[in-house]
């Protein structure tokens, strides 16, 4: 079955530092790029960060640009989201999603959830 | 970047068609025909039903169609079925420093 499973949220102070994990399995993991999103309970979604099959090239959404790194390791067939100096506003579920290649997102995980709260 | 525009909700009884939009700018939806929509159950993970436009992965019912004019994209469900009631998002590519966008969110009711 092709699944994606994230984990590593929780409650963290505001200015701490958080990282996700995500469990790719059922396919060909280093095939494809991977993106991770948020998910404001109840509100829309919006892309975090992505990155290319490889490691080699990384994206960022303005609100994340140099607080967040995204990474991967084929060998483990998991995604990272490393999250430095977290704010208040990135409470929310954090999905990952395997890029399909055509701009659009075919598998995701059920998502992790960060509350940042003194 | 601002999120693409799409209605609160949109009701309809079984068996009906109904239709979502999905609004943006000539930076995203009116420039690229990378349109996607998702479908999202309560405490689900999204699901894709739409790509590129009109475009429908395999597996997802022929009765979930897309399509676009302008600045504006649609995602129209007919023969509305109980399982359809869920949260739609659609999102595009964009030319910004942020390459995707989502909407708003429109949550479906089937009456």
């Known amino acids: 079955e092709v699944q994606l499973v994230e984990s590593g949220g929780g409650v963290v102070r505001p200015g701490g530092s958080l990282r996700l994990s995500c469990a790719a399995s059922?396919?060909?993991?280093?095939?494809?790029?991977m993106s991770w999103f948020r998910q404001v309970p109840g509100k829309g979604l919006e892309w975090v960060s992505g990155?290319?099959?490889?490691?080699?090239?990384?994206y960022y959404g303005d609100s994340v640009k140099g607080r967040f790194t995204i990474s991967r390791d084929n060998a483990k067939n998991s995604l990272y989201l490393q999250m430095n100096s977290l704010r208040g506003e990135d409470t929310a579920l954090y999905h990952c999603?395997?890029?399909?290649?055509?701009?659009?997102?075919?598998?995701w995980g059920q998502g992790t959830m960060v509350t940042v709260s003194s | 970047q601002s999120a693409l525009t799409q209605p609160a909700s949109v009701s309809g009884s079984p068996g009906q068609s109904i239709t979502i939009s999905c609004t943006g700018t000539?930076?995203?939806?009116?420039?690229?025909?990378?349109v996607s929509w998702y479908q999202q159950h309560p405490g689900k993970a999204p699901k894709l039903m739409i790509f590129?436009?009109?475009n429908r992965p395999s597996g997802v019912s022929n009765r979930f169609s897309g399509s676009k004019s302008g600045n504006t994209a649609s995602l129209t469900i007919s023969g509305l079925q109980a399982e359809d009631e869920a949260d739609y998002h659609c999102?595009?590519?964009?030319?910004?420093?942020?390459?995707?966008?989502f909407g708003t969110g429109t949550k479906v009711t089937v009456l």
């Open positions: 999603a395997r890029d399909s290649s055509r701009h659009a997102f075919d598998i």
């Open positions: 059922g396919f060909t993991f280093d095939d494809y790029g």
């Open positions: 990155i290319n099959w490889n490691g080699g090239s990384t």
């Open positions: 000539s930076s995203d939806v009116g420039g690229y025909n990378y």
């Open positions: 590129d436009v009109s």
């Open positions: 999102s595009s590519f964009t030319s910004t420093s942020t390459p995707y966008v």
